[in-house]
């Protein structure tokens, strides 16, 4: 059950942020995760190998 309150939490979090700080925000989103970060995408931005 907390799972599914944290969750619905997120997702109206999310909706406010976008509503706040608009195209900033949605670039943001798209470059990581809900939960937990993207491996490797900065990296592979900045032009390093990754581990």
């Known amino acids: ?21 608009g195209s900033e925000y949605a670039e943001y ?4 995760g809900r939960y937990f970060g993207r491996r490797g995408t900065k990296e592979k931005e900045n ?3 990754e581990c």
């Open 47 to 49: 032009g390093v190998k």
């Open 29 to 32: 989103k798209r470059g990581t």
């Open 1 to 21: 059950m907390a799972m599914v309150m944290l969750h619905l939490q997120i997702l109206q979090e999310e909706k406010y942020l976008l509503t706040v700080f």
